[in-house]
């Protein structure tokens, strides 16, 4: 039985949550309680909108386990929060950045963007080292002057051991950039505990919320660091005090947010949270460990399957291939039969979450297994 916050067809199994994930009903009728008071009463009822924008601040901050509601920015997604920091802080010529090969192009074009500016990206291949973590540090020298990972890894599903880099990180004086989009919502998150400058990750995601609103976590020391290259009525510090004719960046992270708020997402993404925080984030993770760990055991046994997600070191994603044909004629067949998932680094990516019931699992199983016998009958 599915669970009643999720009002998918029944003909879906969805395994898509590292793409983008369905709305809770909750933040449903949320953005349509909104839509019919903006249709009626307009912006009459502001400070209430105001209310939920703290509520949201708030809720956040606890998936966070931030210091501070202050470190919270709400920007429109992870490239914004990603190019914020790119293009704040104040580069010199030889600089180095190290980061993974094989990240998700939001985590690498800012930084490869930044070698007109002498800027250089190195890219640790996490495979060939003994740990990924030691294959990161070995590319760090006297000018790294920044490591920028994901929690995740979005294709192959390998988890990163952040307090270890957060720990390396501060013992030398480098900054730590965390796109954490691909956990965010499934795992546990302690941007203290991984002493993590900068975390920022966008709500469609694990978190079920809309596209077009994300978080941005900084220390108070690291946005210090950052130039702003964005200004506007909300990011200064008596933001609403239109006859002021000084002005000052606000000390908190709303310095990061020019302009008006999006309220309609944060209506939704509000919602959304209040589920997972109901549902309590020990009990999310333990869940989508257990989702993922069923998958992998499921495929490893399975000959005509290869594993691409580290068994040892996964999230809440599995990615696997085929051996006897295409991954995306496979792909293709799950479609077509219902199941919503994704081709992402050279295979099949399942990502399924809490909710996901092990009857759905075993399913988009068979129809794995059916379409590889169907392939062999056909040889």
Not at 94 to 108: K, L
Not at 220 to 233: I, S, V
Not at 249 to 266: D, K, Y
Request: hydrophobic share 45%.
């Amino acid at each position: 039985m599915r669970h009643p916050e999720f009002d998918l067809a029944p003909d879906l199994i969805y395994l898509n949550h590292a793409g983008v994930a369905p709305w809770p009903r909750r933040t449903q009728h949320a953005v349509i309680r909104f839509a019919e008071e903006n249709a009626r009463f307009g912006a009459a009822h502001y400070a209430t909108w105001l209310e939920v924008e703290k509520r949201l601040r708030q809720k956040l901050k606890l998936l966070l386990n931030a210091p501070s509601e202050d470190d919270i920015a709400l920007v429109k997604n992870t490239s914004e929060a990603i190019s914020f920091v790119a293009y704040g802080l104040a580069w010199r010529e030889g600089d180095n950045i190290v980061s993974c090969a094989g990240e998700f192009p939001s985590n690498r074009i800012p930084w490869e963007s930044l070698q007109s500016q002498g800027v250089s990206l190195r890219l640790a291949r996490l495979d060939q080292a003994k740990t990924p973590e030691e294959a990161l540090f070995s590319l760090v020298d006297r000018a790294t002057r920044l490591i920028a990972v994901s929690s995740v890894q979005y294709a192959s599903g390998l988890a990163l051991d952040l307090e270890r880099i957060g720990d390396f990180c501060r013992r030398r004086g480098i900054l730590l950039c965390v796109d954490a989009i691909q956990s965010l919502g499934a795992l546990r998150a302690d941007v203290q505990a991984w002493q993590a400058d900068f975390v920022m990750a966008d709500g469609h995601k694990w978190l079920f919320g809309p596209e077009g609103l994300g978080v941005f976590y900084t220390t108070p020391r690291a946005r210090d660091l950052l130039r702003l290259h964005e200004y506007g009525w909300h990011m200064v510090e008596h933001a609403g005090d239109y006859e002021r004719q000084t002005w000052e960046i606000a000390q908190s992270a709303r310095r990061f947010e020019c302009g008006s708020p999006n309220f309609l997402g944060i209506y939704a993404l509000e919602a959304s949270l209040s589920l997972l925080l109901e549902i309590g984030m020990t009990e999310v993770e333990r869940k989508v460990l257990e989702n993922a760990a069923y998958l992998i055991e499921k495929i490893r046994a399975d000959e005509r399957l290869r594993l691409l997600t580290p068994p040892q070191r996964h999230a809440g994603i599995v990615t696997f291939s085929p051996l006897a044909c295409p991954p995306a004629a496979l792909y293709a067949k799950l479609r077509q039969e219902g199941v919503i998932c994704a081709l992402r680094g050279g295979g099949i990516r399942f990502s399924p979450h809490f909710y996901t019931t092990q009857a759905e699992l075993d399913k988009a199983l068979a129809i794995v297994q059916t379409a590889l016998a169907a392939d062999l009958n056909r040889a």
